[in-house]
């Protein structure tokens, strides 16, 4: 069954700490993405990668770091420095990043206590 | 102004009808079109691609867009209760670019 998953599904954090989410594929997609939805804003680029070992920033990456060591993995750091992280975070991946359709994972419900 | 926009709802419709759902946009070089259905805390799911104006058909779903007025629609015939979600539309040029989402439910 290809697809993608994320984990976990709720994620719990107190304030000053970061937490990684997970997000692996095995639809042998080249490029991958994270995006961060709030209640009346739609999803918000967090970073994006099109090959393995880089990535770009999206529209709100402050406060957010990722990594790109293998084509089916593309965790993403909420650190500390975001001050806001309370969020659906989705991850997605698509063929290439030009003109593809992307695929979307379960998403992660990050709250902060 | 934003690039895409969308209304957010909520849209309620009794079972059986046909529900439409637009979005606008101001970016003349969005090419690729599509359509995703959000069910509640899940991940958006692909409906329709499209990426010329006219209409693509797939079952109950009906995409169309309108290049000129920088208009698209999705058409749901025979409306079910399972419909019942969030659509986003979105737009690729260099990245995907959403709406905000519409709230749809239907009523039995």
């Known amino acids: 069954d290809g697809g993608i998953t994320q984990s976990p599904k709720y994620l719990f954090r107190k304030e000053g700490q970061n937490v990684t989410l997970s997000c692996e594929q095995n639809l042998n997609h080249d490029a991958m993405y994270w995006y961060r939805q709030d209640p009346g804003q739609g999803l918000r680029l967090i970073y994006y990668?099109?090959?393995?070992?880089?990535?770009q920033k999206g529209d709100i990456a402050e406060g957010y770091s990722v990594s790109r060591e293998k084509k089916e993995s593309f965790p993403l750091t909420v650190t500390s420095a975001q001050k806001n992280p309370t969020a659906f975070y989705l991850c997605?991946?698509?063929?290439?990043?030009?003109?593809?359709?992307?695929?979307f994972g379960p998403g992660t419900r990050l709250t902060v206590l | 102004q934003k690039e895409v926009e969308q209304d957010p709802g909520p849209l309620s419709v009794p079972e059986g009808a046909i529900v439409s759902l637009n979005c606008t946009y101001s970016n003349s070089a969005f090419q690729y079109f599509m359509w995703y259905r959000q069910y509640s805390r899940k991940g958006p799911e692909l409906l329709m691609y499209t990426y010329s104006s006219g209409n693509k058909e797939d079952g109950r779903f009906t995409a169309q867009v309108d290049k000129s007025s920088k208009y698209i629609s999705l058409f749901i015939r025979d409306s079910q209760p399972s419909d019942s979600a969030t659509y986003l539309c979105?737009?690729?040029?260099?990245?995907?670019?959403f709406g905000t989402g519409t709230r749809l439910t239907i009523i039995p």
């Open positions: 990668s099109q090959i393995v070992n880089d990535f």
């Open positions: 997605a991946s698509s063929i290439g990043t030009r003109y593809n359709e992307q695929f």
């Open positions: 979105a737009m690729n040029n260099e990245k995907l670019t």
